[in-house]
């Protein structure tokens, strides 16, 4: 069982920059293919981004792409969600998810098997 953490989330001002982290307990996590989803307030989670176990390839959604970096540390267990030039339209709680081994970018939430317990950022205005 992988357990994941989420952390450096927070309060920004728009125009401003965050840098999540996902923390796994299992050293095997450079494994992992982890994806990074969403949730606002009154609206289904979706997908943010997706960076496959070996960090070559990552998938970016639209809301997202040219304003966010994902990368990873295998050695340390961990995968980061870099945003830039956040909007209040960003707000929402944001969780990383984990499925062992997969060449593919999978961006449905069903397709991952672990899961954090998330972490607010609010972008204000």
């Known amino acids: 069982q992988v357990q994941l953490v989420e952390s450096g989330g927070g309060l920004v001002q728009a125009g401003g920059s965050l840098t999540l982290s996902c923390a796994a307990s299992d050293r095997t996590f450079g494994n992992y293919a982890v994806a990074w989803f969403r949730r606002a307030p009154g609206k289904e989670r979706e997908i943010v981004a997706v960076?496959?176990?070996?960090?070559?390839?990552?998938y970016y959604a639209d809301s997202m792409k040219g304003r966010s970096t994902l990368s990873r540390d295998n050695a340390k267990n961990t995968v980061y969600l870099q945003m830039n030039s956040l909007k209040p339209e960003d707000t929402a709680v944001y969780y990383c998810a984990a499925r062992a081994g997969s060449v593919t970018l999978y961006t449905r939430e069903d397709r991952y098997d672990y899961w954090g317990q998330g972490t607010q950022v609010t972008v204000s205005s």
């Open positions: 960076i496959r176990s070996s960090g070559i390839s990552t």
